[in-house]
């Protein structure tokens, strides 16, 4: 297994920039693929991006291309989240997540709340 937890969440403005951590430890040479996810409120959790431990090889949800970046520290086991020109509707709890090859991803963080004001 492999444990997760997510930092850097907080209230912000609309236009602002924030960086989330997502925090590994564990089993994490098992790790393929970390993923980062959202809820918002009444909604239904959505994928952002994810990010391949090994490779770097990135992608993203058509609603933050261009704006949200994923990028990894092996040395820190940790994956970031670069979110700019944040929008009022980034409103959500923000996850990240680990798979291995198989395509289901079974280690969940915690969560963190990130709040943009108007």
């Known amino acids: 297994q492999v444990q997760l937890v997510e930092s850097g969440g907080r209230l912000v403005q609309a236009g602002d920039s924030l960086r989330l951590s997502c925090l590994a430890s564990g089993r994490i040479f098992s790790v393929y693929r970390v993923g980062w996810f959202r809820r918002a409120p009444g909604e239904e959790r959505e994928s952002v991006g994810s990010?391949?431990?090994?490779?770097?090889?990135?992608n993203y949800a058509d609603s933050v291309k261009g704006r949200f970046t994923i990028s990894r520290d092996m040395a820190k086991n940790t994956v970031y989240l670069e979110m700019n020109n944040l929008k009022p509707e980034d409103t959500a709890v923000y996850y990240c997540a680990t798979r291995g090859t198989t395509g289901i991803y079974d280690s969940w963080g915690q969560g963190t709340q990130v709040t943009v004001s108007s």
């Open positions: 990010i391949t431990w090994i490779g770097g090889t990135t």
